[in-house]
């Protein structure tokens, strides 16, 4: 990890598009933005509507989506961001055959933005409005969710992999048009070879990063949270380099864990190593707590997490639903000393095949604001799931259980993977 980073903590797409479009309407050189889910309505219109005014301003402006979160870009966004010159990529698109070859499972999950090399965004919050979702369709609350807003030297960090595969896909579309040239012109530019101009656009302007102002808290009638130099990394999860990078966080801090381990997860479905490094720490007395997603969504994501979560509630976890609304959040803090707020679910999809990204920090000061905001969420917005309830599950719904996990396992094994 190193020092000198500013890290402000937003809460949902009410915080995080604000500031996103803040910091594109101040763009001067580049805008680069990835997303699973982009909707075309409510608040996230605003983010939209930026990317378009920014590349009108003659800014360059990226943006990949995933072809499963967004299967479909819009006719009329399509048109307006062509017009306006924002060029946009799906990310590994859906042909006739669906999800059907596991190749194809393996989706861009992460959600990250940088502008101009000095400012960049982190987190679980997608381009959709806080009360819509996907599943389950217009939420009385907004959705628990966090991003964070970083400057820093992890922010170069968050350029470069979002410039690696940004080249790659521009690689493979010109591969499919069979214009070669173009796509070997590309690949040199994923490896970094004539990327000389981004390389001097970053030391041009890295130099700003660390006086990066505003939202921490600092301006008159401001909310936002955040603090200033500290120390920050930034982790991702692919299908080559970063297989297992943060994972073996999560592995690390727990096993070091003394006082509480703090976890809130939207999709919960623990491997065995996680399973059994939660298991030591509540051995060891440490308190471990976990904050989850308590609406139904999807069958295999709900019913294959009820066998291993009665084991972790019969062991001593504390183990609560999240009450008011949906939650989407991939945060975590471990006895005030180390916290991550990221993409990364801790469950299979998220931990074998997605692309994820996460900031990690061993800063007290954030970990404190952060576990004390999670703390009173789970003192008072949450249901509790006792064991005995767990334990006296009706026999019909045990059996979908055990099939759900059954099931899980199977498409595991199908993808080469053990979990």
Request: glycine share 10%; charged share 25%.
């Amino acid at each position: 990890m190193k020092p000198g980073h500013q890290l402000v903590l937003l809460v949902g797409g009410d915080e995080l598009f604000p500031a996103l479009i803040e910091a594109m309407d101040a763009a001067r050189q580049v805008v680069h933005l990835e997303t699973y889910i982009f909707e075309f309505a409510g608040s996230a219109l605003g983010v939209a509507e930026a990317l378009e005014r920014t590349a009108r301003r003659g800014v360059e402006v990226r943006l990949v989506v995933d072809g499963v979160g967004t299967p479909v870009m819009p006719q009329e966004w399509r048109q307006r961001f062509d017009a306006a010159g924002v060029q946009w990529r799906i990310y590994s698109p859906l042909g006739r055959f669906g999800l059907l070859f596991p190749r194809l499972w393996r989706r861009l999950h992460r959600k990250l933005c940088v502008v101009d090399g000095t400012v960049g965004f982190c987190g679980g919050v997608n381009i959709i409005d806080d009360r819509d979702d996907v599943a389950l369709g217009r939420l009385d609350e907004p959705r628990l969710d966090y991003s964070l807003r970083v400057a820093g030297p992890l922010v170069q960090d968050m350029t470069e992999t979002m410039e690696q595969l940004w080249w790659r896909l521009k690689a493979a579309r010109a591969a499919r048009q069979r214009e070669f040239a173009a796509a070997w012109q590309a690949l040199r530019g994923s490896s970094g070879s004539g990327r000389g101009d981004f390389s001097r656009l970053l030391r041009k302007l890295g130099h700003r990063a660390r006086g990066l102002t505003g939202g921490g808290g600092d301006e008159e009638g401001s909310t936002l949270m955040g603090v200033d130099d500290a120390r920050a990394a930034l982790l991702l999860r692919d299908n080559v380099a970063h297989r297992h990078d943060i994972e073996r966080s999560y592995l690390k801090a727990i096993g070091e864990a003394r006082q509480e381990v703090l976890i809130v997860n939207a999709y919960f479905i623990p491997g065995r190593k996680l399973r059994r490094a939660l298991l030591m720490a509540v051995q060891r007395g440490v308190r471990v707590r976990l904050l989850l997603q308590g609406r139904y969504e999807h069958f295999l994501q709900y019913r294959a997490a009820r066998p291993v979560l009665k084991r972790l509630v019969n062991a001593g976890m504390e183990i609560c639903e999240y009450a008011p609304s949906a939650l989407h959040a991939k945060v975590a803090v471990v006895d005030e000393r180390w916290a991550t707020v990221g993409s990364t679910n801790l469950d299979p999809l998220s931990m074998l095949l997605a692309r994820e990204a996460n900031v990690t920090t061993t800063d007290r000061r954030f970990a404190a604001l952060l576990r004390e905001q999670l703390d009173d969420i789970v003192c008072n917005r949450s249901n509790r799931m006792e064991a005995h309830a767990l334990n006296s599950r009706p026999w019909g719904e045990r059996i979908l259980d055990r099939i759900a996990f059954g099931v899980m396992r199977t498409v595991l094994f199908l993808t080469g993977h053990r979990y």
